[in-house]
């Protein structure tokens, strides 16, 4: 009987035990994590979501402060349009977050950086060639390209002394996307270094629309790698979305993917960067908890636990500070939906808001609780302590679970090794 350590998964010159750590934002997949897959061999993500919002946490710098003062005198407008970000501090945030991960990395593994198109950041095109381009320059082992087709990304870095040498991927959920993708970048002649297959059962936003339970992972997987043997493409594929054991990774790995990307598994690891608190919040979900809604600013529908306190929330938007969501217009979604609210209910000093979030401030505050289909089984992959809470895990643990288990099987930690 095989196990995920039976194979290696093979970027250029980089030989890698098949295990890619999912980019979870903001900050969800933390350096530490990362760091830990890369350390045991296999590929982890940091997020460049909300990329400002997470070095002024982790290396106290002030950079969402001085975007509230600056735009301070535009709160109470609904029209967002001149709430820009400074590109200058877009680019020294990402590469002091990139230089800091990086110069921790230990062992023979990457670490990417995952970066979403949908952070549109009213400027669509300049703020995500600032965030490419920085990373770049600090050293980041490779960029996935993720929440959107992307198909002008690979042109915006063209030019970088980089472009050709990084690792750069592209996540998508159909084959139709991919060829959209190959088609739109033939120019270039620059092919993704690999293509992560994002399947409906996922975390986060979903490529799919609200019939996405009609969909399989290992159909569209199929597909793919058939479509690329008649092209003659030889492009790593990454299936991903509800790989939940060792041997679901290997059924994938026979079917000639190059590895497996994962990531619900390692929401409740001590490195991950969600909160304690909500981490129990993880655990103790069931299955009828889990829900795709459409609250998403994006127009992407969402999978989430339905006990999000973010759901629902009428906070007045926070674009002056944050603002991630704005499009080239500087609208957004919520914006429109908060307004409607507030005109039906003048008189209210709190409103609800229940078809869109902020997503931008609750993402922040760790008030929508984003998750894989599969959430409802972390109970069974650790143990409950008589206060009914559970102890996390290491990522260690979670990741050597994956390369070796067999048969199906989830190795639950020993007591001692999660002890506090």
Known sequence: MKCLDDFRM????????????????????????????????GVGH??????????????????????????????ESSDKSEVKFDLGHLAEATQMHVEKTMSRKQGSGLV???????????????????????????GIDGITLAAGLH????????????FRDAKLGIIVSSLRALQLFLKKNSRLNRLPDYVVVEGPLAGGHLGFGMDWAQYD?????????????????????IPAGGIFTGSDAVRFA?????????????TVTRECGLPDDVKQEYFRADEDDIEVNQISP?????????????????????????GYLLDASGKCAYIDSYNREVAAHPE????????????????????????????????????QRPDGSFQLLTAEHVFKDYQFSTGGQVQRPELEAVAA
């Not at 198909?151 to 980089?162: C, M, Q, T, V, Y």
């Open 217 to 237: 992972l290992a159909t569209i997987v199929t597909e793919i790698m058939a479509w690329m043997k008649a092209e003659n493409l030889d492009i790593p594929v």
């Open 298 to 322: 994006t127009g992407y529908p969402m999978r989430m636990i339905k006990s999000s306190p973010g759901i629902g929330d009428g906070i007045r938007p926070n674009c002056e500070a944050y």
């Open 112 to 138: 990417f950086i995952n970066c979403m198109e949908k952070l549109t950041m009213n400027a669509p095109k300049e703020t995500l060639k600032v965030r490419m381009s920085a990373a770049l320059d600090a």
């Open 254 to 266: 026979e079917m000639g993917a190059a590895g497996v990307q994962v990531a619900t598994r390692f």
């Open 348 to 383: 209210a000093k709190r409103i609800a808001v229940m078809d869109k979030t902020c997503l931008c401030t609750h993402m922040r505050n760790f008030a929508i609780w984003t998750c894989g289909q599969l959430t409802w089984r972390l109970k069974d992959t650790s143990l």
């Open 10 to 41: 093979r970027m250029g010159r980089n030989e890698l035990v098949p295990i890619m750590i999912g980019g979870m934002g903001v900050d969800i997949s933390s350096s530490d994590l990362a760091l830990e897959a890369a350390r045991l061999g």
């Open 46 to 75: 940091i997020s460049d979501a909300m990329i400002k919002t997470v070095t002024d946490r982790r290396y106290k710098t002030k950079y969402v402060k001085a975007k509230q003062a600056q735009y301070k005198y535009n709160v």
């Open 151 to 162: 198909l002008g990304s690979f042109a915006l870095i063209e030019d970088h002394p980089r």
